[in-house]
């Protein structure tokens, strides 16, 4: 085994090791709104997950930029609102573009031909082009510090309050998901994606 102590590491590297390590990753591609403009943000992140059943809770953490917060943290944290959005091929190319550093005057949206749609229960709009989006709202945050004590990324406990499937690849009468008609793009290391390739079935142990 090739062996790294991870305290001899650059920020590069356990970058690197991490996102190459931890794969696949499902990315929340969220949108929020700015109350102070108006802009409407929208951004990858693939450090996304399921937390709980019992409340529908989901993690997001969004890593800051030379300390700084990423529109979509602010955002979160003056309104507590996001709708997230699980990614295939049909907006592969539209998410990877807004994951470009924009001013926080200028909607990543401003130059994609993506139709938004009112949300329920939320204030935010959604991305109708997305057929599995969730609105939700802050649930917990927690900034994540470094040894010095100083933030490094911001952490959201989401609280899904409304869910939307588009009837293409949804069971209605099973009430689940149909992996192989969405098709799901995973976030993979550097510029790298991936599809889901081969489903198997094992029964868990009782």
Do not use: C
């Amino acid at each position: 085994m090739i062996h790294f102590k991870a305290a001899d590491l650059t920020t590069k590297q356990i970058y690197k090791f991490l996102t190459g390590s931890i794969i696949p990753r499902p990315i929340a591609w969220l949108t929020t709104h700015n109350k102070k403009n108006g802009v409407v943000n929208a951004a990858p992140f693939s450090y996304f997950n399921v937390v709980a059943k019992e409340v529908a809770l989901v993690s997001v953490s969004i890593n800051r930029k030379n300390g700084q917060l990423k529109d979509s943290a602010r955002n979160l944290l003056d309104n507590g609102q996001t709708v997230i959005h699980l990614v295939n091929d049909a907006v592969l190319e539209s998410m990877n573009q807004t994951a470009a550093s924009l001013e926080s005057e200028q909607s990543e949206l401003d130059n994609l031909e993506l139709e938004l749609t009112d949300s329920r229960a939320i204030q935010v709009p959604a991305i109708a082009d997305a057929q599995i989006r969730m609105e939700a709202v802050v649930h917990q945050y927690l900034p994540i510090k470094d040894h010095e004590g100083e933030i490094i990324s911001d952490l959201f406990i989401l609280e899904i309050l409304e869910f939307h499937f588009d009837e293409a690849i949804f069971d209605e009468k099973n009430q689940y998901i149909l992996p192989e008609a969405f098709q799901p793009v995973s976030r993979l290391a550097g510029n790298f994606y991936g599809h889901l390739s081969n489903i198997i079935e094992i029964e868990r142990p009782q």
